[in-house]
């Protein structure tokens, strides 16, 4: 477990020893302009959605079509697909806010990772501990014996990195 531990630690020093990499990595995964892109297109749907229904409602009004089981379903297939592009429209404006607040946190994670730079092997425990749970969303260890795989998820970033671990050492 201490070699775990020292791996893990070694690998978010490495990212506190360059906090502009640390941040330009952060920044990289954001896909704020895709998912702006694509709130935009959800829209579109969204209104192509209301108007045929509007146009379905008003032709059954005005006697142009019969409330059969083709335009019912026609209906109930647009409520639907409504309801589908409301909730995605719901995710990626959450998505969004969360960039945004993911940006603040990169400039306090910068700070911080400055003003921890000289002394970040001294810290206690606890902080390191905080370190590591701010910058490290999930640690996973593989293998047994000398045979030891660490694969480190970052916080900020999709992709893992894998760690050595050094064993045997007495």
Same mark, same amino acid.
Not at 80 to 85: I, Q, S
Not at 88 to 99: G, N, T
Not at 125 to 147: H, I, K, M, T
């Given at each position: 477990?201490?070699?775990?531990?020292?791996?893990?630690?070694?690998?978010?020093?490495?990212?506190?020893?360059?906090?502009?990499?640390?941040?330009?990595?952060?920044?990289?995964?954001?896909?704020?302009?895709?998912?702006?892109?694509?709130?935009?297109?959800?829209?579109? +749907?969204?209104?192509?959605?209301?108007?045929?229904?509007?146009?379905?409602?008003?032709?059954?009004?005005?006697?142009?079509?019969?409330?059969?089981?083709? +335009?019912?379903?026609?209906?109930?297939?647009?409520?639907?697909?409504?309801?589908?592009? $409301? $909730?995605?429209?719901?995710?990626?404006?959450?998505?969004?806010?969360?960039?945004?607040?993911?940006?603040?946190?990169?400039?306090?994670?910068?700070?911080?990772?400055?003003?921890?730079?000289?002394?970040?092997?001294?810290?206690?425990?606890?902080?390191?501990?905080?370190?590591?749970?701010?910058?490290?969303?999930?640690?996973?260890?593989?293998?047994?014996?000398?045979?030891?795989?660490?694969?480190?998820?970052?916080?900020?970033?999709?992709?893992?990195?894998?760690?050595?671990?050094?064993?045997?050492?007495?």
């Amino acid at each position: 477990a201490a070699e775990v531990e020292a791996a893990v630690w070694r690998l978010v020093a490495s990212w506190l020893n360059d906090p502009e990499a640390l941040a330009a990595r952060i920044r990289e995964e954001d896909r704020s302009a895709d998912l702006v892109a694509d709130l935009n297109r959800v829209e579109a +749907a969204l209104a192509d959605v209301r108007r045929g229904r509007e146009n379905v409602l008003r032709a059954l009004a005005a006697g142009l079509l019969d409330l059969d089981g083709e +335009a019912a379903r026609a209906l109930a297939d647009l409520k639907a697909r409504g309801r589908r592009l $409301e $909730e995605r429209k719901r995710e990626i404006e959450a998505v969004l806010r969360r960039a945004a607040a993911d940006e603040a946190k990169i400039r306090e994670l910068c700070a911080a990772a400055r003003g921890y730079l000289e002394r970040a092997d001294a810290l206690p425990f606890e902080q390191r501990r905080e370190l590591v749970r701010a910058l490290v969303r999930r640690v996973v260890v593989s293998g047994r014996g000398n045979d030891v795989r660490v694969t480190v998820y970052a916080a900020f970033a999709p992709a893992a990195e894998a760690v050595f671990v050094e064993t045997g050492r007495g």
